[in-house]
């Protein structure tokens, strides 16, 4: 899989803040509305083993354990994270930016009941 890195700054998770210094969505379909800065598309707040998914693939819950980073849940979403990529979170931006773009082979849990929507490819 195809793995980079991610933080809660403003350039990671396009927000921005309005004119009455809150914190908004900067673009998508939720434009100008209230972000709550750090909460992932479950609902959970995002720290340290977190992982952005394509969730047609891997659901909410799925357990991942990527070489370098360690074990984490699918807990986000993106929409530049579809198909065989992942976005794993770290706490500050330069930490993201050293893990930059990196290509290896994961360990992957679905959740009981989930069901592998896509055939995954085989090395």
């Not at 195809?2 to 927000?15: F, I, L, N, R, S």
């Not at 972000?35 to 992932?40: F, S």
């Not at 979170?89 to 290509?103: D, I, L, P, Y």
């Amino acid at each position: 899989m195809e793995v980079t890195g991610y933080c809660p700054c403003k350039q990671c998770c396009a927000w921005k803040r309005n004119w009455l210094g809150r914190p908004v969505y900067a673009s998508g379909s939720l434009r100008g509305e209230r972000k709550k800065v750090g909460q992932t598309a479950s609902g959970a707040m995002a720290d340290v083993g977190t992982i952005a998914a394509d969730t047609s693939l891997y659901p909410f819950g799925t357990i991942m354990y990527i070489p370098g980073y360690g074990y984490g849940r699918v807990e986000d979403r993106g929409g530049a994270i579809q198909g065989q990529r992942l976005d794993l979170f770290f706490k500050k931006h330069k930490q993201a930016e050293a893990w930059g773009r990196v290509t290896t082979n994961v360990a992957v849990w679905l959740p009981a009941g989930a069901q592998q929507t896509a055939a995954l490819p085989t090395q």
